[in-house]
């Protein structure tokens, strides 16, 4: 898995699956993700129910490619 740390634009939190807020599949595309396809898009902040929480996006390598943050 690689990294990429950036504040970049991602697709809102409410628009994605399960699997995409849980980082198994990619927050642009739905692929599933590996160990060795994960690109982590670094830990981000939501507010829910009025508290603020982490969530941790991960996308493949293409999308990572056709999204530069």
């Known amino acids: 898995m690689t990294d990429l740390q950036s504040s970049g634009e991602l697709p809102p939190v409410a628009t994605l699956s399960r699997e995409q807020r849980r980082g198994v599949h990619c927050v ?4 599933a ?3 060795r396809t994960a690109v982590n ?14 969530w941790f996006p991960r996308c493949c390598i293409s999308c990572r490619d056709s999204h530069p943050e």
Do not use: Y
């Open 41 to 54: 898009l670094g830990a981000r902040e939501i507010a829910v129910f009025g508290t603020t929480v982490q």
């Open 28 to 31: 642009w595309c739905s692929a």
């Open 33 to 35: 993700l590996s160990v």
